[in-house]
């Protein structure tokens, strides 16, 4: 029932940095484990980082030094800090939260010289 939105994607060049935002409907600190997930084209969608309401993280492995992910609960806001990214990272990034099952637009990511 919570709604999660994702922004910030854009066209960035092979390593640079990008800073997606997901803004909720209620209070983060209500919501347990909340994700930043990517899909590309022809592949599975995958779960890049989560942060739980007591601050634990995950990182995948492809991701990990490059990507944090953070939160500011006076905000209700998620936020996914991509540094230097390459085109690999090109994905349409969705926020949820893990393990639900309803998926909004997702916000694209580029990276392309």
């Known amino acids: 029932q919570v709604q999660l939105v994702e922004s910030g994607g854009g066209l960035v060049q092979p390593g640079g940095s990008l800073r997606l935002s997901c803004a909720a409907s209620?209070?983060?600190?209500?919501?347990?484990?909340v994700g930043w997930y990517r899909q590309a084209p022809g592949k599975q969608r995958e779960l890049v980082a989560s942060i739980t309401n007591v601050g634990g993280t995950y990182y995948h492995y492809s991701v990990k030094g490059r990507f944090t992910i953070s939160r500011d609960n006076a905000k209700n806001l998620v936020y996914l800090q991509m540094n230097s990214l390459n085109p690999e990272d090109t994905a349409i990034y969705y926020c949820?939260?893990?393990?639900?099952?309803?998926w909004g637009q997702g916000t694209q990511v580029t990276v392309s010289s």
């Open positions: 949820n939260i893990v393990r639900g099952n309803a």
């Open positions: 209620t209070s983060i600190s209500s919501l347990w484990n």
